[in-house]
């Protein structure tokens, strides 16, 4: 709805609330990352080599509830054995100031290759996940999120 | 930061062999990001954990890269497949080079 | 039972849906007939079980009017299906006789003078007879009551009481499981209390503490009926701490949880379940997109949207229902479960029009004695209405226009935000409106109504934002209610475009210019989201303006034009 667009601050007025809220913390007025952005960061990390859609399950909320803690997590399909394992999965975000935003590397004693955080988005963008297996094979996966204003109730 | 972090995690009990646990982690930290202005314009400098590592005696388990994007007082979950008793080593690594550890005793039955 | 007034009925073969009879008993019913609590109640029984399901009640305790959408757009896959359906499209969908009951109770063509055969509708002590009538007919033993949230909201009492005394009602009917969204706005502490201390099993699969990722209720529950076993899953309102304070909430995260949602029902099979019913407050197109990706789900309790569907929907495997709001409904469901499936059904909307059905006198005087401290502020005649002033619909409703008004006078603003919620009450031409008339739109626990200046380019952002989350063409994308409603503007909107892309023409009434992107206006609202929002409580301000007004008239809104529908 609507008020809840209602800044409660005359400064906070310059800028609608709740993105402000994640923006201030993340730097709106120092760069943003963009598709390029990313696109450059993988190619510095894997040089152009192709990546296969599948595998990669990438569960992040559709809509944020909070553009500053924004829950993560990454799953990969393996049997992760000494054999056939994920190396590691690498996290990008295509809105943020800097596109990464992490890295997790596993070891076939892990188990599972799944693991969860918390990260800070500046506005709806697209989070996008690359697992490289132990084989040396790429798999990715992406996925929107939406940081809204938010109220209207319902 | 004027305390130092201390770091807080959740392993289950009653681990049988076999079984893939999952280790929840937490750490009291602000993750300063390096992107943002200050009261007086300035940038404010970049200070956040950015690694986070598990160990199972002394064997690698999982890893994790943090960049600025992480939130505040982050969290950090992983799987684990634990084949005999011993320990489960964390250790958070600061920007300033100070390291944060966390060690849970496990036990396999 | 003792009908005061004729029921002009209208011979509408209900036959229909190839699902279900929906209100078939009262269509066929011939023409002049009086209504009766036999023909609501009608009902040939089928299998083992009767599930009743309730929603959206939002507090009303005692019968009311209460409009249906006469805009409900549908975006996407969900464009021109039900319930995306208004009046003369959804009555020969549902195969509705214009005039009939079921027209008045379904549909808001003709709504001021339908209201004059057909009376108010809901009740808590008629919907306790309806209950209370199933159960004496099948056996307690074979009925399961579930109720879809939106239920401790809405009122003067539930806002006083912050909650008892729907919390007390819902536990008086039998009620074996909740979900819930405006529950929350009564914060962490006062929710886990009642939720707690009540016989009702308040479910929700999809939230977490924030700080662990852990559970914070009872993600489902199993109840033995008619021998199966039923397994309910609780699915609360996911964009709760979007659409609502998340202040109010902290230490909890939503969200839909899809997956988890497949982890229950895969859970629930293992420990034996016969049955998988979704008890969710999603909203009718998340659950309908729901039920096409998560398999295993036999049926979902639909909610939150307040559409009332006289048939069943069938996606997939899933069968969907759809229950109303404000008590107008009472949704049976008999299920023949063989081999751990449904092997047959039968479904029917039972429309509780309280002058056909005799108030339980048990729930009768509950609802007086809740209503007892209260009752000489709510029939407070503050003035009266010439015209219908009604809330739901996609854009602006008269009731909406009446507080826009009311902020515009009251806070000498230029421009006037008021939420899209669904839930409030409807009057007639020629009512009193009464201080409960108003609080029945407006009782909220963050009232405040503010003032401030926002420039044309902000006031653009917002309508953009939230007509995004009602025209996203992926219902998983879509929160909260309908369009934030304006007063002193006028825009355009093509609800098919893309965010950021909708809006358009915005114009400042008053002088008829468009609105600047950089200038200031003064603007009035409420229901803001945001901790410590300053100004005084909304009903305070529509009561003003109604006092001073006297007579209310509202001069149809034209200041909003919709296309791409």
Known sequence: ?154 | MSTRPTPRVRVPGNIKAGDIVEVKTLIAHEMESGQRRGSDGKPVPRRIINRFTATFNGKPVFEAEWHPAISANPYQSFFFKPTENGELKMVWKDDDGAEYTATNRITVS | MISRRHFLQATAAAHALSLASGLGPLGRAAAQQRLTEADILRFEPVGQVTILHVTDIHAQLVPLHFREPSVNLGVGDAKGKPPHLTDAAFREYFRIAAGSADAFALTADDFTQLAKSYGRMGGMDRVARLVKAVRAERGTDKVLLLDGGDTWQGSWTSLQSKGQDMAGVMEALGTDAMVSHWEFTYGEERVKELAEKSKVAFLAQNIRDNEWQEPVFAPRKMFEKGGAKIAVIGQAFPRTPIANPRWMIPKWEFGLREDDISKQVEEARAEGADVVVLLSHNGYDVDAKLASRVKGIDVILTAHTHDAMPGAERIGDTLLIASGSHGKFVSRLDLDIRAKKIAGFRYKLMPVFSDAIAPDPAMKTLVETIRAPFAVELSREVGRTDSLLYRRGNFNGTFDDLIAQAMLAERDAEIALSPGFRWGGTLLPGDPITFEAISNATAITYPACYRMQMTGAQLKDILEDVADNIFHPDPYFQGGGDMVRVGGVGYAIDVSGSMGSRISGLTLLKTGQPLEASKAYTVAGWASVNEATQGPPIWEVVQAHVARQKTIRIEPNTAVKVTGA
């Open chain 1, 1 to 154: 709805m609507a008020g809840p667009h209602a800044p409660r601050t005359r400064r906070a007025v310059l800028r609608l609330a709740a993105l402000a809220a994640a923006a201030a913390v993340i730097g709106p007025d120092l760069a943003r990352a963009d598709a390029k952005a990313v696109e450059a960061e993988l190619k510095k990390l894997f040089d152009g080599k192709t990546m296969a859609e599948g595998r990669v399950k990438l569960d992040v909320p559709q809509i944020a509830e909070n553009g500053l803690v924004v829950p993560i997590t990454v799953e990969v399909e393996s049997p992760m054995t000494e054999q056939d394992y994920v190396k590691a999965v690498h996290v990008f975000a295509d809105g943020n100031p800097l596109p990464g935003v992490l890295s997790f590397k596993f070891s076939p004693a892990a188990g599972r290759a799944s693991a969860s955080t918390r990260m800070r988005l500046a506005q709806t963008q697209n989070i996008i996940a690359v697992a490289e297996m132990s084989n040396g094979a790429l798999f990715t996966a992406k996925a929107e999120v939406k940081v809204t204003i938010g109220g209207c109730g319902g």
